[in-house]
């Protein structure tokens, strides 16, 4: 069971990124996907979040407009389109797969989230 993020890099100010998380060993449908980071010398912090239905769907307020979650049950993969990214963007991104509904609702893991490995993205100036 593992959840793998990866698309990281390093790009300048007002590129693009797509990064995925692909799950291996279980199946995304019953899950919410949720994308976090952690910039140097800060705490963790929700970015998006995508309910396992794709009904619902959270943004943190500093990514609102420019980053994109979307997911394909299909292919056991969610995915974080990143645009207009700025140098406050630098951070390693995680994904996590939590089977409730409030990870989506407050941009917060629950005791029940399941993380992954993260993938660096770096925003030049």
């Known amino acids: 069971v593992q959840l793998q993020a990866s698309g990281g890099g390093l790009v300048q100010t007002g590129g693009s990124l797509r990064l995925s998380c692909a799950a291996s060993?279980?199946?995304?449908?019953?899950?919410?996907i949720g994308w976090f980071r952690r910039a140097p010398g800060k705490g963790r912090d929700g970015v998006a979040c995508i309910s396992g239905g794709s009904t619902d769907i959270w943004y943190a307020e500093s990514t609102k407009g420019r980053f994109t979650i979307s997911r394909d049950n299909a292919k056991n993969t969610a995915y974080l389109h990143m645009s207009s990214l700025n140098p406050e963007d630098t951070a390693v991104y995680y994904c996590?797969?939590?089977?409730?509904?409030?990870?989506?609702?407050?941009?917060?893991?629950?005791?029940?989230?399941?993380w992954g490995r993260g993938t660096l993205v770096t925003v030049s100036s």
């Open positions: 060993g279980f199946s995304l449908d019953d899950y919410a």
């Open positions: 996590a797969a939590d089977p409730g509904f409030t990870m989506c609702l407050t941009g917060t893991p629950s005791s029940d989230t399941w």
